[in-house]
């Protein structure tokens, strides 16, 4: 029996079917854990689709929204239905907040879904890195290809999309190709910059130094920050390899506050030799070993024997 759409306080819910068609995929023949699978891989799309949306509307000056992307991939299981399986849900209902107040704000996961099912269509160029990493762990998960394997996805709202072995190889193309992004916080000294590029260098308290990039409009507050340790907020991209962070885009640059310890906070910063750190401290050298002498732990007989052999 079809599940209809769910009604609630709000309206219609948006339903949506993901449909697995191949040679083993009804009910009574697929395995459990492969519609688990597809619960779990679903849910890590769409997430990676309101990701997108998100820092669209975020570069847009709409801010930041990490709860309501969690939210949007909560999705509520309502059933299976007969014949190929066809797994129902329906959408959470989450309105992105654009700072406005506004009733009619838009819903971030009816959003995403439509993003996600865009990218199963798009070429390479054009799509997101992590989006298209998600689609390819749900495609190999699933093993999409094998044995005819499909993934279709519909909508209430007639969007649809399709996850088949084409689809898969190019997400999976994408994934090797770019370095995985992600949004990030780093603290770290502005070693130097470039006011023609827009690019800078950030010593992290941690790790080797990261290339930013900045906007046009925060070149007057980079300048300001010059040789200061800062907060970089922005997207991150890692190494592949190591999973390292190597650049960022900057889209927010937050002073960091010192700490009252009665020294300055650049002094972090500053490498000293020990010679320079005795002059500055007072420290004198002792000239004679008799000046290293201490009653804390020895008596007078054991250092005197000790200097002796010392001396000899």
Excluded: Y
């Amino acid at each position: 029996m079809a599940v209809p759409e769910v009604c609630n306080a709000g309206g219609v819910e948006t339903v949506i079917r993901a449909i697995l068609t191949g040679e083993q995929d009804e009910l009574g023949e697929i395995p459990a854990g492969d519609l688990a699978k597809l619960i779990l891989g679903l849910q890590s799309a769409l997430a990676a689709a309101a990701s997108t949306v998100v820092r669209q509307r975020r570069r847009s000056g709409t801010g930041r929204h990490p709860a309501a992307i969690e939210a949007a991939s909560r999705l509520r299981f309502q059933g299976v239905e007969p014949g190929s399986v066809r797994a129902v849900f329906a959408l959470p209902e989450v309105q992105l907040d654009d700072g406005a107040g506004r009733d009619d704000a838009p819903d971030l996961s009816q959003l995403a879904f439509g993003r996600l099912v865009d990218a199963l269509r798009a070429d390479e160029a054009d799509l997101d890195p992590e989006l298209a990493r998600a689609i390819a762990r749900l495609g190999n998960d699933l093993n999409i290809g094998v044995g005819g394997r499909r993934l279709e996805l519909t909508s209430s709202g007639h969007r649809s999309g399709v996850l088949d072995a084409e689809t898969r190889s190019r997400m999976n193309r994408t994934a090797r190709r770019r370095p995985p992004r992600r949004d990030d916080v780093i603290v770290g000294n502005l070693v130097e910059a470039d006011f023609e590029r827009n690019t800078a260098r950030v010593q992290p308290v941690a790790g080797p130094p990261v290339q930013i990039t900045f906007p046009d409009e925060m070149a007057d507050l980079v300048q300001a920050n010059l040789r200061h340790v800062g907060e970089w907020h922005g997207e991150v991209s890692l190494d592949p390899a190591t999973s390292a962070v190597n650049r960022m885009a900057v889209e927010e640059l937050r002073v960091a506050e010192p700490l009252a310890l009665g020294i300055e906070a650049d002094s972090f910063w500053h490498h000293s030799t020990v010679e320079q750190l005795a002059r500055e401290q007072g420290v004198v050298v002792p000239q004679r070993t008799e000046d290293l002498r201490t009653r804390l732990t020895f008596t007078d007989e054991e250092i005197d024997d000790f200097f002796s052999g010392a001396d000899e």
